[in-house]
């Protein structure tokens, strides 16, 4: 149900959360260029625009939802910027058997790409599309960025976890999320319509009390970010290191 909403969502020409990336990331992530290892996840990566955002700085990105419809958008996108791209086709681990084969999006753009993920050259995009919950890769990336990826409050606890997962030691999450204010106070530019799958920034605390907090504020702030996120808006922004 849930994918069938997003596939219906993302189904338009039009990019519903634009095509520039997030400020908070943007903010962000430019203070960080320079680190050794390029390798970062876009959680839930929705249309592309943060992930074509960082494979411009010269990451080599992986682009994961489980929209196939976010997916192919993220792809023309990275089209549209002259950003190399390739799918992998997964049921939930990164393993190239022969169930989860990878499939070329475009055979000319993708030829010299290496295949493994660990192995992608930076300035490119590697497309996956499955459950984030399901997910299983075999290797842990030093940057996990996500924006507006909430989920019930029942899975949070498995969502918290995934981050931990998949950031190595050392590893930093840049995170944007909606506050519960946004819907309790009657924003209207964005996010759940259930105030429960929000968060506060004493929530992240708690979830990540053992990690470096490096940013958990709270604050209200004006979105442009296309027709789906326009206005002010109430949100939490969360950064923070896994321990070594």
């Not at 950031?167 to 429960?196: C, D, N």
Request: charged residues 30%; contains cysteine; aromatic residues 10%.
């Amino acid at each position: 149900m849930a994918t069938r909403f997003w596939d219906e969502r993302f189904s338009t020409e039009e990019y519903i959360y634009g095509e520039d990336p997030n400020d908070f990331i943007r903010e962000r992530i430019s203070l960080h260029e320079g680190q050794d290892d390029p390798r970062v996840l876009d959680l839930a990566c929705g249309e592309g625009r943060n992930s074509v955002f960082l494979a411009k700085l010269g990451y080599a990105v992986t682009a994961l939802d489980f929209s196939s419809v976010g997916i192919e958008k993220t792809r023309a996108l990275a089209q549209k910027n002259e950003i190399p791209a390739y799918s992998l086709i997964t049921n939930g681990s990164d393993s190239l058997s022969e169930g989860n084969g990878c499939a070329d999006l475009d055979s000319e753009t993708d030829r010299d790409l290496d295949r493994k993920p660990e192995d992608q050259k930076p300035g490119s995009i590697n497309l996956v599309c499955t459950d984030a919950l399901r997910w299983s890769p075999s290797f842990q990336y030093p940057l996990v960025i996500a924006t507006f990826f909430h989920l019930w409050s029942e899975h949070k606890p498995k969502l918290f976890d995934l981050y931990r997962h998949l950031l190595k030691p050392g590893g930093r999450m840049v995170t944007e999320w909606f506050h519960t204010r946004q819907r309790i106070h009657g924003y209207t530019s964005g996010g759940p319509r259930e105030a429960e799958m929000l968060v506060t920034a004493e929530e992240l605390r708690s979830a990540f009390s053992d990690f470096e907090i490096i940013i958990c504020e709270e604050r209200e702030r004006e979105l442009f970010e296309g027709p789906k996120h326009c206005g002010p808006a109430y949100v939490v922004r969360f950064e923070a290191r896994k321990p070594r």
